[in-house]
């Protein structure tokens, strides 16, 4: 047997196949604090004992949470909870009570998962057939029953007060008690008082447990939060009487804060905030020449009045930086920074650390390329001379915005440098700053992407927004709301600075609504970039950007004029219902429905009263009619099992858009137009 040493052994029941488990490199999975998962594993034995599983959490600072695990597929013996690990919290770093209530809940939980055999439910089972057939052996049968509770009574595993213990003590004696009808003693076996005790302390023959899993538990934000991108130069930006652009400034840019609370969006995600390069400084939509008051672009970073530990003279002050993060914390709103590790060429970097740069066959630093396209403005950073240098000043200068009021960053390109890298400065950062969150902008291969997110990264931006169809989504969304959800924490962006595609180009205010209500319903963590409400949507000929991009441009817009898109009401709708629903704040219980017309896709969440914070179930059908420009109708056939709802009950359904109640069940008609309503997003009455 010496060849088995190393072997994992079996006990004596088997446990496998148990979920969420480490990937196959050893990176455990990942939910945010009270986050709604299924936790799953097969329990099976050698007989026709019935089995049953439950599952110990023991959160870091060793207090352990045990729950019963229902039977899910009993033929492939297959239990699942739905857990969570801890409760729920809405309370943020910079908040009264998260270091207390919060702080002490995150960070490496494990679980355990037991099995035993449920020896008295069989005895239970055979006995009362037995006595119904008048069987010839059933004083044998009776004497086993007893021996079982004497057993129950002694079982250590089985921790029986002591009040119950005289119970089965007493119920063993009358079982042998030959005085009595075999009706009688059926009737004592069969009582409210041991089936309970069945329940609560039960009778574990051949208990068993599964090896140890590893889980990390993130703070509130981590998996369900809403993102509001806007760039402050473009906040307060007016025209001068001489039709020049006045700009924005940190402190006018308080006016974006507002709308994102009056939005109800919870993160506020800046652009760079540092000085901008001037040597080859590019112009209108990224134009080689540029005129003398073009201001850059935020990514091209550093000149002589500083780098990225430094606010943009143009925009204010550290202080006033400050007082800007100050104000989003008034308001409930997270303020997350946009950290581009790159350099333009007037960085100071660039002459105190010239090693750190790539460099052509002539010794001239090389411009950021990825030909045709040429990037004269930036200088990419060489990880092969001194990475260690600069994973030390990359934390420092973190450090600097974290003090000033930073809580998260999204990191601009991380698949473009070393993910050992990224790892060390995430661990690094974490080691004074735990709660700072990190969003990869990784648009990229999936290998990547998951080893940004394995390396720390909090959240990543994914490929939704080419993600149109009905069978793009259908294949898509269970994706995001899947395994993949205890690592990648997708954000599902409709547009951003960088991308603005055919769909919203040519679908007008519907194709907007639909996006919107996709992000929102589709993903526990979306992202809206500023404009949205204004259905700004139009494309730079040849490109899927944005033109009149404000990457390189001050935007003055006028947003009195959000009232007739209506955009902007839906966006505060929407997350109205993310705040209010329960359901809507988990990667891990999206249920794709079927449709019969590939233009339109519904899809449910379901959240049991039991991990609900608000004591009650929560289940949400989202359907949307995904053609901008036509009607469309369609069969909705509804897998009520995925709802738990009884599958020949009809029930009544609110929308939480319109208002309006209908009657639902199984198989369901709907009809949705672009001009009217892109969708219904339904909570169930039941």
């Given at each position: 047997m010496a060849h088995m040493e190393n072997v994992p052994r079996f006990g004596q029941l088997g446990i496998l196949n148990v979920?969420?488990?480490?990937?196959?490199?050893?990176?455990?999975?990942r939910v945010e604090l009270g986050e709604q998962f299924p936790l799953t594993a097969q329990v099976f034995g050698a007989g026709r004992e019935p089995v049953r599983a439950e599952v110990t959490l023991t959160n870091p600072a060793g207090k352990h949470f045990t729950y019963a695990m229902p039977v899910k597929e009993e033929g492939l013996d297959l239990f699942e909870l739905q857990a969570q690990a801890g409760k729920p919290s809405t309370l943020m770093p910079w908040q009264s009570g998260y270091k207390a209530h919060v702080a002490p809940q995150l960070g490496h939980w494990t679980f355990v998962i037991t099995g035993w055999e449920d020896r008295f439910s069989l005895w239970l089972h055979d006995i009362a057939i037995r006595v119904s057939v008048h069987d010839d052996d059933l004083e044998n049968a009776?004497?086993?029953?007893?021996?079982?509770?004497?057993?129950?009574?002694?079982?250590?595993?089985?921790?029986?007060?002591?009040?119950?213990?005289?119970?089965?003590?007493?119920?063993?004696?009358?079982?042998?008690?030959?005085?009595?009808?075999?009706?009688?003693?059926?009737?004592?076996?069969?009582?409210?008082?041991l089936r309970q005790l069945n329940e609560v302390h039960p009778l574990r023959t051949n208990q068993t447990k599964s090896s140890t899993f590893h889980l990390e538990v993130e703070r509130p934000h981590a998996s369900f939060t809403s993102w509001y991108q806007f760039f402050p130069r473009s906040e307060g930006a007016h025209y001068a009487a001489d039709g020049s652009i006045v700009p924005g400034t940190l402190k006018t840019a308080v006016a974006g804060l507002e709308r994102a609370k009056e939005e109800g969006f919870n993160t506020v995600y800046i652009p760079p905030i540092f000085p901008i390069g001037v040597t080859h400084r590019k112009g209108k939509d990224g134009s080689l020449i540029a005129s003398p008051t073009d201001p850059g672009s935020p990514w091209a970073i550093g000149s002589e009045q500083g780098g990225h530990d430094?606010?943009?003279?143009?925009?204010?002050?550290?202080?006033?930086?400050?007082?800007?993060?100050?104000?989003?914390?008034?308001?409930?709103?997270?303020?997350?920074?946009?950290?581009?590790?790159?350099?333009?060429?007037?960085?100071?970097?660039?002459?105190?650390?010239?090693?750190?740069?790539?460099?052509?066959?002539?010794?001239?630093?090389?411009?950021?390329?990825?030909?045709?396209?040429?990037?004269?403005?930036?200088?990419?950073?060489?990880?092969?001379?001194?990475?260690?240098?600069?994973?030390?000043?990359?934390?420092?200068?973190?450090?600097?915005?974290?003090k000033a009021?930073?809580?998260?960053?999204?990191?601009?390109?991380?698949?473009?440098?070393?993910?050992?890298?990224?790892?060390?400065?995430?661990?690094?950062?974490?080691?004074?700053?735990?709660?700072?969150?990190?969003?990869?902008?990784?648009?990229?291969?999936?290998?990547?992407?998951?080893?940004l997110a394995y390396a720390g990264f909090t959240q990543s931006h994914c490929y939704f927004l080419w993600r149109n169809t009905g069978e793009e989504l259908e294949e898509f969304l269970p994706q995001v709301n899947g395994t993949d959800g205890f690592y990648t924490h997708d954000t599902l962006w409709p547009s951003t600075p960088d991308n603005l595609t055919a769909f919203l180009r040519d679908g007008g205010i519907a194709a907007h609504a639909i996006r919107a209500v996709l992000a929102a319903?589709?993903?526990?963590?979306?992202?809206?970039?500023?404009?949205?409400?204004?259905?700004?949507?139009?494309?730079?000929?040849?490109?899927?950007?944005?033109?009149?991009?404000?990457?390189?441009?001050?935007?003055?817009?006028?947003?009195?004029?959000?009232?007739?898109?209506?955009?902007?009401?839906?966006?505060?709708?929407?997350?109205?219902?993310?705040?209010?629903?329960?359901?809507?704040?988990?990667?891990?219980?999206?249920?794709?429905?079927?449709?019969?017309?590939?233009?339109?896709?519904?899809?449910?969440r379901y959240t049991p009263a039991k991990v609900s914070p608000t004591g009650k179930a929560d289940r949400l059908v989202c359907v949307v009619n995904l053609d901008p420009h036509n009607t469309q109708a369609a069969n909705i056939e509804l897998d009520l099992g995925a709802l738990a709802l009884d599958a020949n009950a009809g029930f009544d359904v609110e929308d939480l858009l319109t208002g309006a109640v209908f009657h639902w069940g199984s198989h369901n008609w709907?009809?949705?137009?672009?001009?009217?309503?892109?969708?219904?997003?339904?909570s169930v009455r039941a």
């Amino acid at each position: 047997m010496a060849h088995m040493e190393n072997v994992p052994r079996f006990g004596q029941l088997g446990i496998l196949n148990v979920t969420p488990a480490p990937s196959p490199e050893g990176f455990p999975p990942r939910v945010e604090l009270g986050e709604q998962f299924p936790l799953t594993a097969q329990v099976f034995g050698a007989g026709r004992e019935p089995v049953r599983a439950e599952v110990t959490l023991t959160n870091p600072a060793g207090k352990h949470f045990t729950y019963a695990m229902p039977v899910k597929e009993e033929g492939l013996d297959l239990f699942e909870l739905q857990a969570q690990a801890g409760k729920p919290s809405t309370l943020m770093p910079w908040q009264s009570g998260y270091k207390a209530h919060v702080a002490p809940q995150l960070g490496h939980w494990t679980f355990v998962i037991t099995g035993w055999e449920d020896r008295f439910s069989l005895w239970l089972h055979d006995i009362a057939i037995r006595v119904s057939v008048h069987d010839d052996d059933l004083e044998n049968a009776f004497a086993e029953g007893a021996q079982l509770l004497q057993t129950w009574t002694n079982k250590r595993s089985s921790h029986v007060p002591a009040a119950s213990k005289k119970l089965l003590h007493d119920t063993a004696e009358k079982l042998v008690d030959t005085s009595l009808s075999a009706e009688e003693r059926l009737s004592l076996a069969q009582s409210n008082e041991l089936r309970q005790l069945n329940e609560v302390h039960p009778l574990r023959t051949n208990q068993t447990k599964s090896s140890t899993f590893h889980l990390e538990v993130e703070r509130p934000h981590a998996s369900f939060t809403s993102w509001y991108q806007f760039f402050p130069r473009s906040e307060g930006a007016h025209y001068a009487a001489d039709g020049s652009i006045v700009p924005g400034t940190l402190k006018t840019a308080v006016a974006g804060l507002e709308r994102a609370k009056e939005e109800g969006f919870n993160t506020v995600y800046i652009p760079p905030i540092f000085p901008i390069g001037v040597t080859h400084r590019k112009g209108k939509d990224g134009s080689l020449i540029a005129s003398p008051t073009d201001p850059g672009s935020p990514w091209a970073i550093g000149s002589e009045q500083g780098g990225h530990d430094t606010v943009d003279p143009a925009l204010g002050s550290m202080k006033d930086f400050a007082d800007f993060c100050h104000r989003a914390h008034e308001l409930d709103l997270e303020v997350a920074l946009d950290f581009a590790l790159q350099c333009s060429p007037d960085h100071p970097w660039v002459k105190q650390h010239p090693n750190w740069f790539k460099h052509k066959a002539d010794g001239s630093i090389a411009f950021a390329e990825n030909p045709p396209m040429k990037y004269e403005d930036i200088y990419p950073l060489n990880f092969d001379e001194d990475m260690d240098g600069i994973i030390e000043e990359t934390v420092r200068c973190m450090k600097v915005w974290i003090k000033a009021g930073v809580t998260a960053f999204r990191v601009d390109n991380p698949h473009t440098k070393p993910t050992a890298f990224w790892q060390q400065v995430i661990a690094e950062v974490h080691e004074d700053h735990p709660e700072v969150l990190f969003l990869a902008e990784s648009f990229t291969r999936p290998a990547p992407r998951r080893a940004l997110a394995y390396a720390g990264f909090t959240q990543s931006h994914c490929y939704f927004l080419w993600r149109n169809t009905g069978e793009e989504l259908e294949e898509f969304l269970p994706q995001v709301n899947g395994t993949d959800g205890f690592y990648t924490h997708d954000t599902l962006w409709p547009s951003t600075p960088d991308n603005l595609t055919a769909f919203l180009r040519d679908g007008g205010i519907a194709a907007h609504a639909i996006r919107a209500v996709l992000a929102a319903l589709g993903s526990p963590t979306w992202g809206i970039y500023s404009g949205y409400e204004l259905v700004e949507n139009k494309q730079l000929e040849g490109t899927e950007e944005p033109a009149d991009n404000e990457k390189f441009e001050i935007k003055v817009r006028d947003w009195n004029a959000t009232d007739q898109y209506g955009i902007k009401l839906l966006l505060t709708v929407l997350n109205k219902i993310r705040s209010e629903h329960p359901a809507t704040h988990s990667f891990h219980n999206l249920t794709v429905h079927k449709s019969d017309n590939p233009n339109v896709i519904a899809f449910s969440r379901y959240t049991p009263a039991k991990v609900s914070p608000t004591g009650k179930a929560d289940r949400l059908v989202c359907v949307v009619n995904l053609d901008p420009h036509n009607t469309q109708a369609a069969n909705i056939e509804l897998d009520l099992g995925a709802l738990a709802l009884d599958a020949n009950a009809g029930f009544d359904v609110e929308d939480l858009l319109t208002g309006a109640v209908f009657h639902w069940g199984s198989h369901n008609w709907v009809c949705l137009s672009p001009n009217q309503e892109v969708a219904h997003i339904l909570s169930v009455r039941a």
